[in-house]
């Protein structure tokens, strides 16, 4: 089988206030977004990668490396978006059941033994697979609104998304467009959960995590200047 890389990069970062796209900001004098192509790039697993941008992208192609790497400008309005016009690019090239491993921009910490340990868990899996963590903490639901009462939501069970996801590609390109809200659809997996089908949980790491609020960024830092496990 072969298996190709597809890296959403086309958001603004809001919750992380920054000046520009998160995206760019560096981590360990490296953009994220560079870190993530680099980990795809050292996997011999990997025939290519395609990273998606926005159309008026000023700043990609200058951490873009210049080999096994390709730049689509087609970046929607949501992450959902994003992968679908990615996908949808990459019509003449792909075939059906080729393997799509979908990867946040904003997680400079997978490597190259997370991209082995998820294809080769995920195998020949009907669905397909991601990474996520089991849960950790005592999770909390209000039922009134931000400040109204709450419940314990059981933890037993429950695991934080991770990415890559992956999904052959013919598989994936029909739950994204059958996809109702693109607001709700904040991973690749959920679209195909929701079409009935049940993806492959893979124990991801810590040093995966996604940069979302400014504090982030030096938890990530600390996670790239310590040796891999
Ligand atoms: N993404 C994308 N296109 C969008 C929105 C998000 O390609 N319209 C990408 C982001 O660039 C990121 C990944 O999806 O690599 C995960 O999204 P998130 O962490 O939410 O990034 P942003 O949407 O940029 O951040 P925020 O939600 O805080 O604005
Ligand atoms: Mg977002």
Redesign the pocket.
Known sequence: PRYFAL??????????AASG???YLKIGGKPM?RHAIDAFLFSELIAHTYV???ADDPIIDSIVPSHGVTVLRC?????M???RNGLAALAPTLRENDWVLVH????PGLDEALIEKLITTTGEHPVGGLLALPVVDTVKRSIGGELGTLSTVAREGLWLAQTPQMFRYKLLREALSAARDPNQI?DDASAVEALGLSPKLVEGHPRNM???LPSDVRIAEMYLATAQP
Do not use: F, H, N, Y
């Not at 970046?75 to 992450?79: C, I, L, S, V, Y």
């Open positions: 890296i959403p990069a086309a958001g603004v970062g809001a919750r992380m796209p998160k995206q977004l998606v941008v926005s970046g929607g309005a949501t992450r978006e994003s992968v946040d921009a904003a997680r904040t996604k940069v979302t």
